[in-house]
């Protein structure tokens, strides 16, 4: 199909390269010079590609890191989990329930204080937390061929926009 007549042609998007499906190249405009943008679609398009080789259709961003972080640090509060993951304590409650319900995390009232929980992995959190380190692994060896020696610097400028935002 022919390109739209535009002088908007620099910022349209080829829909069979891109994350974004239409029939037609749509015209990004301002977003196609926005890093965040970018940041977003990579950070998508590389959560579906890890949930795809993964075989785990309902796998929500955040659910791999914090079994990860449970796992390293048994007994965490969910407070403490939730800085470690750098997400606000309201979207970690409902991870840890959804975790909670497919029996992959554990909660236990503390003996201390009665008001707070700590967090382990199941058994089965265990088993599936292996199986996922692994598509992990082989996952990050595919991005690391896509990055190439490019990788020591594209970790540097994330960690830079990373530490640099509030």
Not at 40 to 60: E, T
């Amino acid at each position: 199909m022919p390109q739209p007549e535009s002088d908007n042609r620099r910022n349209s998007v080829d829909p069979g390269r891109s994350t974004l499906s239409a029939p037609d190249p749509l015209a990004l405009v301002d977003l196609e010079g926005h890093l965040g943008f970018h940041l977003r679609l990579a950070q998508d398009a590389s959560f579906r590609a890890f949930a795809g080789r993964a075989g785990v259709v309902d796998l929500r961003p955040g659910r791999y890191a914090a079994m990860v972080v449970i796992r390293n640090n048994p007994g965490i509060t969910p407070i403490a989990l939730s800085r470690a993951i750098v997400r606000d304590k309201s979207t970690v409650t409902p991870l840890v329930q959804d975790l909670e319900r497919r029996n992959l995390v554990r909660r236990d009232r503390s003996t201390a204080d009665r008001r707070s929980v700590h967090l382990t992995l199941t058994e089965e959190g265990e088993a599936t937390l292996d199986a996922l380190m692994e598509h992990a692994d082989a996952h990050d060896r595919w991005l690391d061929a896509i990055v190439g020696d490019e990788k020591p610097q594209l970790l540097r400028l994330l960690r830079r926009i990373a530490d640099a935002l509030p």
